[in-house]
């Protein structure tokens, strides 16, 4: 990568942190190539430049000295940053963060003045174990492309999709962690129940759980072939699974990410301003997750 290549990171909470950490730790930029904004002032803005070196800023004039501009703000505040930002647009390319704003959306809002890519980061971005969906867009010049996909890559997996599969990404990678964590949960309690302590359930739990993910990836199995090598008929995991499968598990779980990925749809057009009941019926989204 360019040495001089350049970031500006608007919006300086959870996700600008884990990106700036990502891309900054393994040095694959130079943190005095990245600026970072925020609204309500300097202490968050020190505390970063303490941590990685970057460099803060008040002025979203900066963004035009800047090859790449990162949109770390929450949806609803999308549309007004981007029209503060929007003259100092001049080609570069903009990355959004943000759960169900389209990459059409955000063209009209910098009217046409950057390349954007629209991407979904999971929360483990943050220990750069996460999954980034991505979805770039046809008019991307394939090195600028490469440029953020690099990046990306710094905080976990990059899976680029098209943008019709965006509001399912939010539901099942997006959203994935709190789902796994609630059946964590509930397996902690139970574990709890059976007569552990909360903190041998705890180890018992984390281990178990990334002791299967780990497995699962050295030894390249699907989850279906993995269970079927841990289960014996007539056996504890048999009659463990036997209770799930007569409550109707996986059913459930179908419904929580038809569920999410109809909230994502929804979701997007109340940030775009779109009236909902009236694109609703219509939209390509919902009957998707129906
Ligand atoms: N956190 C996650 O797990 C996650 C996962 C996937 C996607 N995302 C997306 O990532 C984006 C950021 O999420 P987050 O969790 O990092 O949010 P957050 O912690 O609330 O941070 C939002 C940041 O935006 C700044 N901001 C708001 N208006 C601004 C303005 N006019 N000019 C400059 N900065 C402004 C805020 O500054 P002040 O604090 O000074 O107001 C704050 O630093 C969101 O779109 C979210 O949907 C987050």
Not at 64 to 75: F, H, I, Q, W, Y
Not at 102 to 116: F, I, K, M, N, Y
Not at 155 to 170: F, N, P, R
Request: net charge negative; aromatic share 6%.
């Amino acid at each position: 990568m360019n040495p001089d290549y350049s970031i500006f990171v608007v919006g300086a909470g959870a996700m600008a942190e884990a990106f700036i950490r990502g891309i900054t730790v393994r040095g694959a930029v130079d943190p005095k190539q990245i600026y970072v904004i925020n609204r309500s002032g300097r202490a968050r803005l020190e505390e970063l430049q303490r941590l990685y070196g970057v460099v803060p800023t008040d002025a979203l004039s900066d963004a035009a000295e800047c090859d790449l501009v990162v949109m770390s703000v929450k949806p609803a505040d999308m549309a007004a940053v981007l029209q503060q930002l929007r003259p100092f647009l001049h080609g570069q390319v903009v990355v959004s963060f943000a759960a169900g704003l389209t990459r059409a959306w955000l063209h009209e809002q910098v009217e046409g003045r950057a390349h954007v890519i629209r991407t979904m980061p999971n929360i483990p971005v943050a220990v750069m174990s996460g999954v980034t969906a991505v979805t770039c867009g046809p008019d991307l010049d394939a090195q600028e492309r490469e440029h953020v996909l690099f990046l990306l890559r710094q905080l976990g997996e990059v899976v680029e999709l098209s943008e019709d599969m965006m509001d399912a990404v939010t539901a099942f990678s997006g959203s994935g962690p709190g789902f796994v964590c609630y059946v964590l949960e509930a397996m902690e309690n139970a574990a709890v129940q059976l007569g552990f302590t909360p903190e041998t359930a705890r180890l018992l739990l984390l281990q178990t759980v990334v002791g299967t993910a780990r497995t699962l990836d050295e030894w390249g199995l699907s989850p279906a072939e993995l269970r079927k090598r841990v289960t014996s008929k007539g056996g504890t995991t048999h009659a463990g699974i036997q209770a799930m499968q007569d409550a109707n598990l996986d059913g459930i779980i179908a419904q929580a990410l038809r569920a999410a990925a109809q909230r994502s749809a929804e979701m997007g057009r109340e940030y775009r301003g779109e009236d909902s009941e009236a694109v609703a019926p219509d939209s390509a989204a919902r009957s998707r997750f129906r």
